[in-house]
C-alpha cells in the first residue's frame, strides 16, 4: 500500500473539501485500488492524501493522478487546476 499526495493548483479560487471528498468517492471504482483519502484546502490549492492497495510505486501514482484529474473536472470544469507536486510516501 501506498500514501500518495497529490498538491492540485485551484488559482481561481477555493473549492469545497466537502464536495471534492464527496466526488472522489462517487467517482472510485473498486478498480481504483482506493482504500481511504483525505483531503485539505488550502487558499490556492487542494491536497489528496490517497491510499492505494498496490505492489507498484508507478501504478500508485498513475491511479492517484487519476482519480486527481476525474475529481477535479467533475468539481472545477471550467477552472485552471493543474497538480502542482506528487509525493509518495
Do not use: K, Y
Not at 39 to 64: G, H, I, K, M, Y
Amino acid at each position: 500500500m501506498f500514501l500518495v499526495v497529490v498538491s492540485v493548483e485551484t488559482p481561481n479560487g477555493q473549492v469545497a473539501a466537502s464536495h471534492l471528498h464527496q466526488v472522489l468517492r462517487d467517482s472510485s471504482a473498486g478498480v481504483d485500488r482506493l482504500q481511504h483519502a483525505h483531503l485539505e484546502v488550502r487558499e490556492d490549492a487542494a491536497v489528496f492524501s490517497l491510499f492505494l492497495q498496490t505492489d507498484d510505486r508507478s501504478a500508485a501514482v498513475r491511479q492517484a493522478h487519476q482519480l486527481c484529474r476525474r475529481t477535479m473536472a467533475a468539481v472545477a470544469p471550467d477552472t485552471a487546476w493543474r497538480m502542482r507536486s506528487t509525493e509518495v510516501l
